[in-house]
């Protein structure tokens, strides 16, 4: 396993991290909440919107952990199997939450 070294916290890395730990996930719920509320039309500028945020969070979370020293939530060391377990969570719970607010929009209002 390959060891990373401590190198010093740089202005593009905290902003990768802010963006896949919180702004990213946050803007994501919001699109899912307005696909939902406007009970978008599919497929729509909101689906789009939605899948380039989802893709984001993994490309952004690869270049954390591959050039900018990336770190865990807790600042321990990240690898790649973290991104493979960060990607795990977040397709899927883009993809499912994409599919009940797409069904729950039409059939609930």
């Known amino acids: 396993m390959q060891e990373q070294k401590d190198a010093p916290l740089t202005g593009f890395g905290v902003l990768a991290r802010l963006y896949w730990l919180f702004f990213g996930n946050a803007l994501l719920f919001f699109l899912l909440v307005f696909i939902f509320e ?5 497929p729509s500028l909101m689906d789009a919107a939605l899948w380039l945020t989802a893709a984001s969070l993994l490309l952004v979370r690869y270049v954390d952990i591959r050039y ?19 990607a795990l969570v977040v397709a899927p ?17």
């Open 68 to 86: 900018l020293n990336g770190q865990t939530g807790e600042g321990k060391p990240a690898t790649m199997r973290h991104w493979r377990q960060h």
């Open 38 to 42: 406007k009970a978008a039309s599919f």
């Open 93 to 109: 719970l883009a993809l499912g939450g994409w599919i009940l607010a797409h069904v729950s929009g039409h059939f609930l209002r």
